[in-house]
């Protein structure tokens, strides 16, 4: 059974600051793993998707990174902002038929 | 604009009740999926569906009921049986096909027991 786990729970930082957050996961027989974004009360807002065959994806300011055959990704966020506040959630699909895995995500403030 | 519509935002339930939460999509997606969060946790997967007419259960079926008549619809049963409904309630759906479908998500459906 896939699990996956979000290395620090919560974190603060100042403004501008460049910052990494983990994802792990067990089974590396992944189909894609997907970063997302959730403000309070809100529905989640999809970020980044990286496929299987991919390393990394790039949006703007942010960064995602794969290895497969270590279980690990990160999602770099270069020059943080305050509008960066909020909780990040990664999630793992082991198959095309979705039964994606989430993590519990990391709770993400920066201070003006 | 096309995307996934959940209503309503807030629901209560008193006990012995059972409720419906209402979850549509635009989108054209074949798989639709419903996800249980409950405070500072990821999400849990109640029940997903592949194609109209079928679905599966997901980790966290027992005390749910789901149905699939239309593609465009994946209503969500909380029954009396689920002793701890209180919680955030996320419908989603995706495109089927290739790893680079993305999962998207509806607005959530608050659900309370009164």
């Known amino acids: 059974k896939q699990e996956v786990t979000q290395i620090p729970a919560a974190l603060s930082v100042p403004e501008g600051e460049n910052l990494v957050l983990n994802c792990s996961f067990t089974d590396s027989a992944i189909y894609n793993l997907q970063w997302f974004r959730q403000d309070p009360g809100k529905g989640l807002t999809s970020l980044l998707l990286?496929?299987?065959?991919?390393r990394e994806q790039t949006s703007g300011r942010l960064n995602a990174s794969l290895d497969k055959s270590s279980g690990r990704s990160t999602l770099y966020i270069a020059a943080s902002q305050p509008g960066d506040s909020a909780t990040y959630l990664c999630?793992?699909?082991?198959?095309?038929?979705?039964?994606?895995?989430f993590g519990d995500g990391t709770t993400l403030t920066v201070k003006p | 604009d096309g995307g996934i519509t959940q209503s309503p935002k807030y629901l209560f339930r008193k006990e012995g009740q059972n409720v419906t939460l209402s979850c549509e999509q635009n989108l054209n997606h074949d798989a639709m999926y419903w996800y249980r969060q409950d405070p500072g946790q990821g999400l849990r997967l109640i029940y997903y569906s592949q194609i109209v007419n079928d679905f599966q259960k997901g980790d966290i079926a027992e005390g749910y009921s789901v149905s699939r008549e239309k593609k465009e619809s994946f209503p969500l049963t909380v029954t009396s049986a689920q002793k701890n409904p209180t919680a955030f309630y996320l419908c989603?759906?995706?495109?089927?096909?290739?790893?680079?479908?993305?999962?998207?998500f509806g607005s959530g459906t608050q659900l309370s027991v009164l």
């Open positions: 999630a793992v699909a082991n198959t095309n038929a979705g039964k994606s895995t």
């Open positions: 990286i496929q299987s065959s991919q």
């Open positions: 989603a759906s995706k495109r089927q096909g290739s790893t680079n479908e993305k999962l998207f």
